[in-house]
């Protein structure tokens, strides 16, 4: 029986700033048989693409990336924020709603031609996708799809991402 993962996603209306509809997966994350369901869906979306290896940015795509990458026997890649890697590493700036930031992986996180399926909780305006995707091409990967939990569609992340490199794309819910 299929879960309507809508029931999982809590709104708080004004966070982190007036305007702003938060979308929280926590809930889902938290329920055993919905997370299953969430991951799942984007591990059939993903397995046929072939991907060497996930990667998710900082933090909420860990949460969505590990339990693929695990799941598929593939690795997992995070593309960590700016100062958290002890080692070289190339660097990808972009802008998010609210701020901007910049995302590092370690050199020799990804080798060249490995296929890298990229992951997140949520897309926005795109920015921290596709400076993942920036990383993953910088190391010599090629990006063979994105997949979200939810995706906010009047932010218009999806054209952004297509704008950088047309790929398969996935989003479980929209918003």
Known sequence: MDIDLHDYIATTPDFPEKGVMFRDINPLIGNGPAYRQAINELIDFA????????????????????????????????ARKYGKLPRKSVSSSYSLEYGKNELQMHVDSIKPGQRVFIVDDLLATGGTITATMDLARQLGGQVVGTGFFIELADLQGRKKIMEVENVPFKSLLEY
């Open 47 to 78: 397995r046929p693409l072939k991907p060497d290896i996930i990667a998710g940015p900082e933090a909420r795509g860990f949460v969505v990336g590990s339990p693929m990458a695990y799941a598929l026997g593939i690795g997992f890649v995070p």
